[in-house]
Structure formats: C-alpha cells, structure tokens
C-alpha cells in the first residue's frame, strides 16, 4: 500500500475507530480529550495528502478524473460495489477545512459542554459526522458517495435534538425530513445513472459517458434538487434556520462550516460532472433560483432580531452566490464557488462560535437586548465585527472573492438574463452589507443592556484557541486566494472543456 492509499484510509479509520473509543472512555473528561486527539490526528493525515508526485486532477478526454492519490478495491463483488476514494484539488481544501472545524469543536467541549447530555456522547456523535462528511468528499464511486452522505444524517439529528435549545426536537424532525426527502432524490438519481451506464464508477462516467440527453437531464434534475436541499437553495432552505437557532454552537459550526458544502460540492463533482448536457439545460433555472436566494436570505436577515437566526438565514445568500457560480458553468464562476465554499464555512463557523459565547454569557440571542457589547466585552465585539465585515465580503479577507465574481462570472456570461441576474445578485451583495452593519450597530453601539453590563471583558484561552485558526484562515484566504485557487484551477478548467 503506497502512502497515498494509506492516508486516504486512515483519514476514515480514525474517526470512526475514535468515536468507537471515545464511547468506550469510562470518563468524560477523559473521553473528550480522546476525541479532540483522534480529531487533531485525523488533521494531520487530511493535510498530508496534498504530498506527492501528483499532477491536476482533470475532467477530459479519458481517463477523465485523474486523483493525486487513490484506492479502487472490491467492496461487494457479487453486486460489482468498490470502495473507491481519491483526493483531488477541488476535494482536498474541503478535507482539511472538515478536518479543522471538527478538532475545533471537540477541543472546544474540553471547556464547555452543552447541556443536555454528556460530552462524551457528543465528541462521538462530531467524529461519526466527521467520517460522513470526510467520505462524502472522498468517495468516487457512486454507491459509496450516497451511503456516506447518508451517514451524517442520524448524528446530526441527535446533536441537534439531545443538546440543542428548548425547541430542539421540532428542529432536528425538520432537519431529518428535509434531509430525507433529499436522500429519496438522491437515491433515484443515483439509479437512474447507473442502471443507463451499467457503472457506479464516477471517473468512467464524467463527462456524460455516453448517456442520453434525455437521461442526463433526468438525472441532473433528481441530484441537484436533492443537493439543493443539503446547500440549501431557496424554497427549500427552510429546515435551516431551525436547526442553526437550536443546535448547540459545535452543531451549529458544523453544520454552516462543511454540512452545507456536502450540497455544493456534490452538485460540482456529481451533478455537473457526469450530466453536462443536463446542467446545460438547467443552468438558467439554477441561476434565477440562486439570486433569489440572495435576495431573500438578504431581506429576511434586515428583519431578524434573533442573532443565530440572522447568521443562519446569512448562509442562505452566501450559498446562493456559490450556487450562481455553478450556474454560470464558467471557470470564474466555478472557482468562485470553490473558494466562497471555504470562506463561508471559514467565516460562519467563527460566527457561529462567536455566537454561541455571546448567548453563553447573556442568556439571550435578542438584538435588542444584546446593544454595547464593546463597553463591557470589547475583545469579543471587536471579534464579532472582524467576522461581520468578513462575512460582508470586505476586500481582503476570505468572504470576498467567492461573491464578487460569481457575479462578475455572471457578467461574462453575457445575455440579458445572466446579466439582469448579475445586477440582482450585486444587490444581494450590498443588502449583505446592510444587514451585518446594522447587527454591529445593534449588539456592539449604544448604551449596554441589563444582560450585556454584567459581561467581563476577558476572553477565556479556549476560546481564543478554537477561534484564532478561523480568524488566521480568513485572512489568509483573502490575501492569498490562490491557497485555494491554486489547487483547483486545472481541474476546473478541464470540467469546464467538458461543458462545452
């Protein structure tokens, strides 16, 4: 087994031989740090990856997917099932992020854990997640792209449901049904290619191999309705909301940091890659459903006064910028998906930390009841308003490349359509701006409230250690994009020769 074979392995193993161990800890706090050590490792080995006499992993002419590393072995011969994984430039930032959020989580439960159930059931629970989504990315074979994508289905639920806020069980029953209904669509869509291609293998079948038109966009249709629902794309965001407002802050950080992207990535790798002639068709109508939700997580966020809910219906625009980019099919809007994906799930995991520290010390998630936090907790407003106007996409850190050229992907486009949807989506950008300004001058500005003048201005050292490599992160994303861009600029280039 080359060394390749051998991490992309053990980046599964560990989690899942960890959450075994973890609920065999007789000890909480013992356990805890189990998880976060098995987190820490399983870090290492998705980074190590990037290691290797490799070159781009390419959509063209045969062999279509080329991977930096692979295993291709039997996995139920008598129903022709593989386990095949590889890693790749697109895959392999959206590891490593999934890899660090979750270490953040299970170190962060080493300082607090929420109530409802013991720490050591929940570190289990993130790294069980963690296998879920890490094989999601992975997996190139599309039987073992569903099973894992279903993985993460029951932990999640019982995140949200055993540790979540008072309305936690209506949230994770609309967590699960939304999800279920995605899997359904997923499941079909799955068997529709594989029984018209007589192959589950996603490197033979990039690129449409040989499928019928009327086939690829059957099959299109089916997986991005059901990754649309995983992004989520409006109308079918609304079991998002409710499971960011009740989930604990690790569920929530999860869940906004790389839960999303399993939707996104999928519609990249799967959806796109093996029915173009499908995406083609349907690019128009993914592009006008994208701004509008833009448009409408925009104007919902001027209305919220919950600051989890508002950060919640925040990631429905961001992701419909990433979405519009997809639409677009070009190579700008394409990278600028990839990379809005890191951003989001780089800025929203330390807004949700941030969050959850606020509602932690005051009891309350209010906007009115929350106003001159940077009278009482300066350190953690000035946190806060780092993240806002990253969020906002502010020049120079992470969050704005990612929208500013899927709009600027728009354009290129050309056509009245691509570009009316281009001016709506600048917009959204700009009503992004105004709904995070006015969360500032709402918690941070003005005379402190009851539950705010009570605050201490420090900041505990486990906080700052979970929160700094997401403030790093997005700094460095945003000063040196091609951290990210860099490692999937041939891929993507290649998707889109496919495309045309």
């Not at 296998?131 to 949200?160: H, N």
């Not at 079909?188 to 589950?200: F, H, I, N, S, W």
């Not at 190579?331 to 330390?350: C, K, P, R, S």
Request: aromatic fraction near 8%; hydrophobic fraction near 55%; glycine fraction near 12%.
């Amino acid at each position: 087994m080359s060394l390749g074979e051998f991490l992309l392995v053990a980046v599964l193993a560990l989690p899942a031989l960890g959450a075994v161990a973890v609920a065999a800890t007789p000890r909480d706090r013992a356990a805890r740090l189990v998880g976060t050590v098995v987190a820490g490792l399983t870090l290492v080995g998705t980074a190590l990856l990037v290691l290797g006499d490799h070159g781009w992993f390419g959509y063209g002419p045969a062999p279509a997917v080329q991977p930096w590393h692979r295993i291709d072995v039997p996995w139920a011969s008598g129903l022709d099932l593989r386990f095949h994984l590889g890693v790749d430039g697109i895959s392999w930032p959206l590891l490593v992020l999934t890899a660090l959020l979750t270490l953040l989580c299970c170190g962060y439960t080493l300082w607090r854990v929420p109530p409802g159930g013991s720490g050591r059931t929940l570190v289990a629970l993130l790294l069980v997640v963690e296998v879920g989504i890490l094989g999601t990315f992975l997996a190139l074979d599309l039987i073992l792209f569903f099973v894992f994508f279903e993985v993460v289905l029951l932990p999640m639920y019982a995140i949200i449901a055993g540790w979540g806020g008072e309305d936690r069980r209506r949230a994770a029953r609309k967590f699960a049904l939304y999800t279920l209904f995605g899997s359904v669509l997923l499941l079909v869509g799955v068997y529709v290619v594989v029984a018209a291609a007589g192959t589950a293998d996603v490197i033979a079948l990039t690129g449409g191999a040989g499928l019928s038109r009327g086939t690829q966009v059957a099959a299109f249709t089916l997986l991005a309705l059901a990754f649309a629902v995983k992004s989520p794309l409006w109308p079918l965001h609304s079991w998002l909301p409710d499971a960011h407002s009740q989930a604990p802050t690790v569920g929530s950080v999860i869940l906004a940091g790389v839960l999303l992207k399993m939707g996104t990535y999928g519609l990249v790798r799967i959806a796109v890659g093996v029915a173009p002639e499908g995406a083609r068709w349907a690019a128009p109508v993914l592009g006008v459903l994208a701004v509008a939700a833009i448009l409408v997580g925009s104007l919902v966020c001027l209305a919220q006064s919950d600051l989890k809910r508002l950060i919640a219906y925040s990631s429905v625009g961001h992701m419909g910028f990433v979405l519009l980019g997809v639409a677009t099919l070009t190579a700008t809007g394409i990278q600028a998906a990839l990379i809005g994906n890191i951003a989001h799930g780089v800025i929203t995991g330390l807004l949700f930390f941030l969050a959850g520290a606020v509602k932690d010390r005051t009891h309350t998630g209010a906007l009115t009841e929350l106003s001159g936090l940077r009278e009482t907790a300066p350190r953690l407003a000035g946190l806060l308003g780092f993240a806002a106007v990253a969020s906002l996409g502010l020049p120079g850190l992470a969050g704005f490349w990612g929208e500013a050229f899927a709009v600027v992907a728009a354009v290129q486009r050309g056509g009245g359509l691509w570009t009316t949807l281009a001016v709506l989506a600048a917009i959204g950008g700009a009503l992004t701006a105004a709904y995070f300004l006015r969360l500032l001058r709402l918690v941070t500005h003005g005379r402190p409230s009851p539950a705010v003048a009570r605050l201490s201005p420090g900041l505990a050292g486990a906080e700052l250690t979970a929160w700094a490599p997401l403030v790093l992160l997005a700094l460095a994303v945003g000063l040196a994009p091609t951290l990210v861009l860099g490692l999937a600029a041939g891929p993507v280039d290649a998707l889109v020769g496919v495309l045309r």
